[in-house]
């Protein structure tokens, strides 16, 4: 991994993947770092996020994945954020703490969903008793309101947060609401933070914003394509980039319709990739075979400007 430098441009969300009878596979975690980096050129990961399950997993697992990511990661990818949120504040001060000693490149918080803070001082007070338990990594939050139901704007929750969370570093910002995202890059005037983008099917109207990155699941397949559309927008040749978002939108639109979720992103990564990642674990459930062979078939249609 690369110390101190500074994140920008694509984070895969990594899948959890899992043996068929849903325990966690580490055993194919030193393959997934390989694909990403030789065939996605995608060499930041966000691990134990929505797309990891992070949630569905228990306390030894999250601290052998993120383990396991640090560990095959270390000369080959960039940064390994570890998502460490959850609705008990102990556990997730302790997943902080290993995150820290493992040596993780940023640790994320989700804000707590089933009793959730009301307001900005609710929410500050539950990150800096995590965050401050890795004094020295730097530290996300991660927005992602459709799954939380907590929708405090950002905007408003940036306002001095540096002085309370000393190791506040950006957001991971999985909302629709752009005009909130340029609110908090126009008060980013010295640019000490980093805001990445989570909404993969509108990423270049983030862009186009000033945000300066993206997590999201489909850099896991489509981080390549996706890395052209950042190049392209950087030139500038906005034509080619947004016929790059239109592609990766077409296939989302289509997928989207049929239900997507974490376990369709498990599936599709597979055939992708050939890595098997396995179920989900549940309430979600496996892709249906219809799913699969209409996704496939889709992706396979695709017609992109490179050529492939
Ligand atoms: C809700 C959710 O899982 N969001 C992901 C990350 O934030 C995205 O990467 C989406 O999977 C993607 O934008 C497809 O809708
Ligand atoms: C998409 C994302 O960032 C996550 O899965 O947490």
Redesign the pocket.
């Known amino acids: 991994m690369t110390p101190g430098k500074k994140l920008q441009g694509l984070v895969a969300?990594t899948v959890t993947p899992m043996t068929p009878d849903g325990q966690i596979n580490l055993s194919v975690i030193r393959q997934y770092v390989d694909y990403l980096v030789s065939e996605q050129n995608v060499k930041n990961v966000f691990v134990n996020?929505?797309?990891g399950e992070g949630l569905s997993l228990n306390i030894q697992e999250r601290k052998q994945l993120a383990e396991e990511w640090v560990c095959q990661g270390k000369d080959k990818l960039d940064h390994v954020i570890i998502h460490v949120g959850a609705l008990s504040l102990p556990e997730s001060q302790e997943l902080a703490r290993h995150a820290a000693a493992i040596g993780a490149s940023a640790i994320a918080v989700i804000a707590p969903f089933f009793f959730k803070p009301t307001n900005k001082g609710e929410l500050i007070a539950f990150l800096q008793k995590v965050a401050s338990e890795a004094p020295a990594v730097p530290f996300y939050y991660y927005h992602?309101p459709?799954?939380t139901g907590v929708t405090i704007r950002v905007e408003e929750l940036l306002d001095g947060i540096k002085e309370q969370i000393p190791t506040f570093q950006g957001v991971?910002f999985?909302d629709t609401d752009l005009l909130d995202l340029a609110q908090c890059i126009n008060k980013n005037e010295r640019e000490q933070f980093v805001f990445l983008y989570?909404?993969?099917?509108q990423l270049l109207s983030a862009l186009a914003i000033g945000a300066n990155g993206a997590?999201?699941?489909?850099?896991n397949y489509l981080g390549r394509k996706t890395n052209l559309m950042l190049q392209a927008f950087a030139k500038p040749d906005l034509a080619l980039a947004q016929k790059y978002q239109f592609l990766t939108g077409e296939f989302?639109n289509f997928v989207?319709k049929l239900g997507?979720?974490?376990a369709q992103?498990k599936a599709v990564m597979t055939f992708v990739s050939g890595i098997p990642m396995g179920p989900p674990r549940l309430p979600l459930v496996d892709a249906s075979e219809e799913f699969i062979v209409k996704a496939k078939a889709k992706l396979d249609s695709i017609v992109w400007p490179d050529g492939d």
């Open positions: 969300a996020g929505t797309t992602i459709p799954l991971k999985s989570g909404v993969d099917e997590v999201g699941s489909t850099y989302l989207i997507f979720g974490v992103t």
